[in-house]
């Protein structure tokens, strides 16, 4: 009995969790609809459920793969920033937070720029990688803006910068926070080249990133249903004390009250895009 107990009950249970977490690695649930979506029909349809449209989210790795012509894009090596200035801790240390995302992830820090070709046109894309602690900005987010304008102006090319963040990453207090303006002054470098700043901002696009670059663009593009703001709906709703407008903060909304230029469908982006660069730096070369 004990043979039975304790060698081959174990065994078969492990087969059955096995043959449980293949299957359920094989099919993601919808976060709108609920329905089960198979996961390479999802891919194929670049994260988008074919029931209800819901645009999920992608990793960054997909993203540009979907965004430049044939998937084709040069990553650039970004200038080291200090790590942990100021020696956080809270559940665990900071550094050991950020080696365990640059194991799960693969990279640096939550933001990666990439140069590449969309739709015949040369663009630097600023992407926010919202797996790596959720896309926080901190002082190498801030440098990575930096260097995808000097990128941008040096090689005289558009600039797309594209959001998934909760904002400034507190493990980095102030530092984070004066991320803002840098990064504002990375966009102005951009336009006072004369070269055109695009924003893309999907689920989420909060915080300290809403209220600097991300809401400067020439051109502000969203996907459908995406998050958008400064704080939380519950946050606002407890401080002023009113019920918010049914999808407040969603980008539909904020393309009715003049917040954005136009709310596109993730296939459409580079389309879209090809067309938005091709008007933009046609008129700049008129002017």
């Known amino acids: 009995m004990n043979w039975l107990t304790n060698f081959v009950k174990p065994k078969i249970q492990a087969l059955i969790n096995k043959k449980i977490d293949i299957a359920e690695n094989l099919w993601t649930k919808c976060s709108k609809c609920e329905h089960m979506l198979f996961h390479r029909d999802l891919l194929a349809n670049l994260g988008v459920c074919h029931h ?3 645009h999920m989210r992608i990793s960054a790795k997909n993203r540009l793969h979907n965004l430049f012509d044939n998937g084709s894009y040069t990553l650039q090596e970004m200038p080291k920033v200090i790590q942990d200035p100021l020696k956080f801790k809270d559940s665990k240390r900071y550094v050991d937070r950020l080696k365990e995302y640059r194991q799960k992830t693969g990279n640096d820090d939550s933001v990666q720029v990439a140069y590449g070709q969309v739709k015949g046109h040369s663009l630097v894309v600023c992407l926010f990688d919202f797996d790596f602690m959720g896309g926080s900005m901190g002082m190498y987010a801030g440098q990575a803006m930096v260097k995808a304008a000097e990128l941008a102006v040096k090689s005289r090319s558009a600039m797309l910068a594209i959001t998934a963040s909760g904002g400034a990453r507190m493990q980095e ?10 990064t504002t002054i990375a966009v102005q470098m951009v336009k ?6 695009i924003t893309l901002l999907t689920d989420p696009t909060t915080g300290g990133v809403s209220a600097s670059f991300a809401m400067l663009g020439d051109i502000s593009m969203a996907e459908p249903g995406a ?12 401080t002023i004390r009113q019920k918010l407008p049914e999808g407040f903060q969603r980008a539909e909304y904020l393309l009715d009250h003049g917040m954005l230029d136009m709310v596109v469908k993730r296939r459409d982006i580079p389309e879209t895009l090809g067309k938005v660069l091709r008007h933009l730096q046609g008129s700049l070369k008129v002017s």
């Open 192 to 197: 006072e080249a004369g070269l055109p700043y």
């Open 173 to 182: 207090g102030i530092l984070s926070l004066m991320q803002m303006p840098r």
């Open 52 to 54: 209800c449209d819901n």
């Open 227 to 238: 998050i958008i703001g400064f704080t939380g709906a519950r946050v606002i709703e407890e």
